[in-house]
Nanobody, 118 residues
Framework: QVQLVESGGGLVQAGGSLRLSCAASGSAFSIYAMGWYRQAPGKQRELVAV???????NYADSVKGRFTISRDNAKNTVYLQMNSLKPEDTAVYYC????????????WGQGTQVTVSS
């Protein structure tokens, strides 16, 4: 079973930037699409960015133009560059296979907290 470890979160002022990382164990990482999710207090987890095995990307409207997902298959790592952060981006961020794929989710990691102050 693949293990996922997210990192890079923190406290940032509105308008600032953060870069999240997600390291995955296992040798088959490169064949899977990957996604970044977030869950704010009292809300359901939502998928905000997806990158396919071929590098195509897709974003939720709420983050389009501000967030960029990328991957380094040699390092089994997926990244989320977050710019122009807003207070409403405050959430715990997780990575996993996208809910839009036919692959069941792997075990969820602990996530990384992102807090954006106004």
């Amino acid at each position: 079973q693949v293990q996922l470890v997210e990192s890079g979160g923190g406290l940032v002022q509105a308008g600032g930037s953060l870069r999240l990382s997600c390291a995955a164990s296992g040798s088959a990482f490169s064949i899977y699409a990957m996604g970044w999710y977030r869950q704010a207090p009292g809300k359901q987890r939502e998928l905000v960015a997806v990158i396919t095995s071929g590098g195509s990307t897709n974003y939720a409207d709420s983050v389009k133009g501000r967030f960029t997902i990328s991957r380094d298959n040699a390092k089994n790592t997926v990244y989320l560059q977050m710019n122009s952060l807003k207070p409403e981006d405050t959430a715990v961020y997780y990575c996993n296979v996208p809910s839009t794929s036919r692959v069941p989710p792997w075990n969820w990691g602990q996530g990384t907290q992102v807090t954006v102050s106004s």
